[in-house]
C-alpha cells in the first residue's frame, strides 16, 4: 500500500478494508500504468485477475464503478481495485496486462455499455450483437427487453 | 459470386455447435480449418443466458439463493454454498460447527458426482462407451443421499444463509461411509479402463497443452489450473468452512496437457473421499444455524468470496446497500473464463480434438451464460 502511494503520488482516491478485504478507488488517467506496477513483481505480483465487472449508481456524475479483483500467488492475496467511469466515458482496457480481461471486458461492455479502448475484438458476448439496451444498468426494467429483436427472431409479441 | 468454390479453399469455416452432442449444451465453436487442423476458434455463447445477476437485484437475499442453484446445475451445492457463504460474510455472522461439516460433506459429494459425470461424458466423447455406464451409476448413489438429505436431487438449495435448514436425516454418516467405502474400488475401476489404455493416452497426451504461464495470464482456476503443474486450490490457500482442520493432497499434473487434468480430477476424487471421512467423524450433535435474523438486513458494503467449486474459483461480489435486496451480485463463474482458454489450446491441434479439449475444460453452458 505505501509502495503503491509512493509510486503513484495522487493516483489513489480512496482506500478501505471491509471484511478484512482492502478496496483501492483509482483515477483512470494512471489505472493502466497502477496495473503493470500491480503485475510485476515490485508491485505483489498480482498476475491473475480473478474478475472484472461494474456496479451502477445513476444518481452518481460517474455512475459506473469498475471494480477488478486481483489475487497474487505469491502473497496469497487479494485486491480489489475501482475506477469510476460516467456513462460514454471510454476507459483504457487492461487486456495488454491481463489476457483474461478480454471476456471480462466483453461481458461488461454487453450489460452496462461501458466502452473500452485498446480491446482487441469489444463486441456483445452474452446477449444477440443486435440487442438495444444494456440490461444490467439500473434503469432497465427488469421485464424489458428489446421488443423488436424479439419479434422478428423468435417471431413473437414478448419473451415474458 | 466467389472467386472460388469451396472445393479450393484452403480456409475453411465451419460451425461447431450449438447443437452438438460433445460440446456439452449449447455451445457454438467458430472453427478456421486448414483441411482438418485448427487455424483459430471463435466462441459463440450466451444461449442459455438468464439475466440470473438482474434476478438477483429484484429478489431479496434468501430469495436469490435458489437462482444459484441453476447456474451450474451439476454442482447445485457448491453454488449455493459460494452465495450462502458470500452473504454470510457481510453479515459477519459464525456458522456452528455441524453446519459447517455437513457443508463440507455434501460439497465434497457434488465434487464427485460433478467429476463422475465429467470423467463419463468426457471419455464418451473420445469414444470410449463404457465408463459412462459405471459413473451414472455411481453418481445416482450420491443423488439418492441429496435427496434423502432435502428432497431434491440437482438443484437442491441445500443450505440458507447462516446454517442448514433440515438437520441430517438418521443415518446419513452411515450413508456417507458405505459410499465411500462403494467408490474407492470404482475409481480404481475406472483407471483400469482408462489410464494406460492405448487409445486413450493417444487420444490425450500433448492434447490442448496449456503452460503454467498461459494459464494465469487466461485466469484459468480449478483442476485445469492444477494440470499445468501450479498447486493452487482455494481450499488450502484460503480456506473457508473448516477445510483448514481436515487433511487433503492437492494433486498437480507436469504437462498441461488433457491426460494430466484427467489424472488430477482422478486424484481428486480419492481426495473428497478422504475428506468426506474425516468431516463424518467430527459431525457432533449441535446447533445447525448461526445468529441470523428472520429478515436479513446486511449493513451497506462490498464483499467477494470465493470457493473451490469443482470446475475453479467460484467467485460472488456482493453490493449490500443496506435494504433487504442486494444491490448488486456479480457471479464470477469459473467455466467462463476457463472458456477462454479454449482457442490457445486447440490451435494447431485437428478438428476431433477440439472436442477433447471442450470435455477437459469442464464447462456447464449454464454457469457460462447465467
Known amino acids: 500500500m505505501d509502495a503503491l502511494q509512493k509510486a503513484f ?20 488517467e494512471s489505472l493502466l500504468a497502477l496495473c503493470h506496477f500491480l503485475r510485476s513483481e515490485e508491485g505483489g505480483a498480482y498476475t491473475l485477475l480473478t474478475d472484472e465487472t461494474a456496479v451502477d449508481y445513476p444518481k452518481r456524475e460517474k455512475r459506473f464503478d469498475i471494480v477488478y479483483h486481483l489475487y497474487s500467488f505469491e502473497r496469497n492475496d487479494r485486491l480489489r481495485l475501482k475506477v469510476l467511469v460516467a456513462a460514454a ?72 | 459470386m466467389p472467386e472460388t468454390t469451396y472445393l479450393d479453399a484452403s480456409e475453411l469455416m465451419i460451425n461447431m455447435g450449438p447443437q452438438h452432442p460433445a460440446t456439452h449444451g449449447v455451445l457454438r465453436v467458430k472453427l478456421k480449418l486448414d483441411g482438418e487442423r485448427v487455424l483459430g476458434s471463435e466462441c459463440v455463447i450466451g444461449y442459455l443466458h438468464r439475466g440470473v445477476e438482474k434476478i438477483a437485484e429484484n429478489r431479496t437475499y434468501a430469495q436469490f439463493a435458489p437462482y444459484t442453484d441453476r447456474m451450474d446445475y451439476v454442482a447445485a451445492v457448491t453454488n449455493g454454498m459460494g452465495y450462502v457463504e458470500a452473504v454470510e460474510k457481510l453479515l459477519a455472522v459464525e456458522v456452528p460447527p455441524r453446519a459447517q461439516y455437513t457443508r463440507m460433506v455434501l460439497a465434497e459429494l457434488q465434487r464427485l458426482a460433478s467429476h463422475l459425470l465429467w470423467l463419463g461424458t468426457h471419455a464418451l466423447d473420445l469414444g ?78 500433448g492434447v490442448g497443452v496449456l503452460s503454467a504461464a498461459d494459464a494465469i495470464a487466461y485466469g484459468v482456476t480449478g483442476p485445469v489450473l492444477r494440470g499445468s503443474g501450479i498447486k493452487w486450490d482455494i481450499r488450502k490457500v484460503q480456506p473457508y468452512e473448516a477445510y483448514d482442520k481436515v487433511e487433503f493432497d492437492v494433486p498437480t499434473g507436469e504437462h498441461g496437457d488433457t491426460y494430466d487434468r484427467y489424472i488430477v480430477r482422478i486424484q481428486e476424487m480419492r481426495q473428497s473421499v478422504r475428506i468426506i471421512r474425516q468431516c463424518v467423524e467430527r459431525l457432533a450433535p449441535g446447533p445447525i444455524f448461526g445468529k441470523v435474523g428472520k429478515v436479513i438486513k446486511p449493513p451497506a458494503g462490498e464483499v467477494y468470496h470465493s470457493i473451490e467449486a469443482p470446475k475453479g474459483e467460484l467467485g460472488y461480489f456482493v453490493v449490500s446497500d443496506g435494504t433487504v435486496n442486494p444491490y448488486r451480485v456479480r457471479v464470477r463463474p469459473p467455466s467462463f473464463v476457463n472458456l477462454q482458454a479454449l482457442d490457445i489450446m486447440i490451435r494447431g491441434h485437428l478438428v476431433a480434438d477440439v472436442v477433447a479439449v471442450i470435455g477437459t475444460l469442464d464447462i456447464v453452458l449454464g454457469e457460462v451464460d447465467r
Open chain 2, 128 to 205: 470410449a462407451m463404457t465408463p459412462v455406464f459405471y459413473t451414472f451409476r455411481e453418481r445416482e448413489e450420491i443423488l439418492k443421499i441429496f435427496e434423502k438429505y432435502c428432497g431434491a436431487r440437482l438443484t437442491t438449495h441445500a443450505f440458507r444463509i447462516g446454517g442448514l435448514q433440515y438437520d441430517l436425516y438418521d443415518g446419513l454418516e452411515q450413508d456417507c461411509l458405505k459410499f465411500c467405502e462403494y467408490l474407492l474400488p470404482k475409481i480404481d475401476e475406472y483407471e483400469q479402463l482408462l489410464t494406460k489404455n492405448r487409445i486413450w493416452i493417444n487420444r490425450t497426451r
Open chain 1, 9 to 28: 503520488p495522487g493516483a489513489i482516491q480512496e482506500a478501505v478494508v471491509f471484511r478484512k478485504m482492502p478496496s483501492i478507488t483509482v483515477a483512470k
Open chain 1, 89 to 160: 466515458e471510454p476507459l483504457p482496457s487492461v487486456t495488454e496486462v491481463w489476457p483474461a480481461a478480454n471476456w471480462l471486458e466483453r461481458e461488461v461492455y454487453d450489460m452496462f455499455g461501458v466502452v473500452y479502448e485498446g480491446h482487441p475484438d469489444l463486441k456483445r458476448i452474452l446477449l444477440p450483437d443486435e440487442w438495444i439496451g444494456h440490461p444490467l444498468r439500473k434503469d432497465y426494467d427488469i421485464l424489458r427487453q428489446d421488443a423488436a429483436w424479439v419479434k422478428s427472431n423468435l417471431g413473437i409479441e414478448s419473451g415474458q
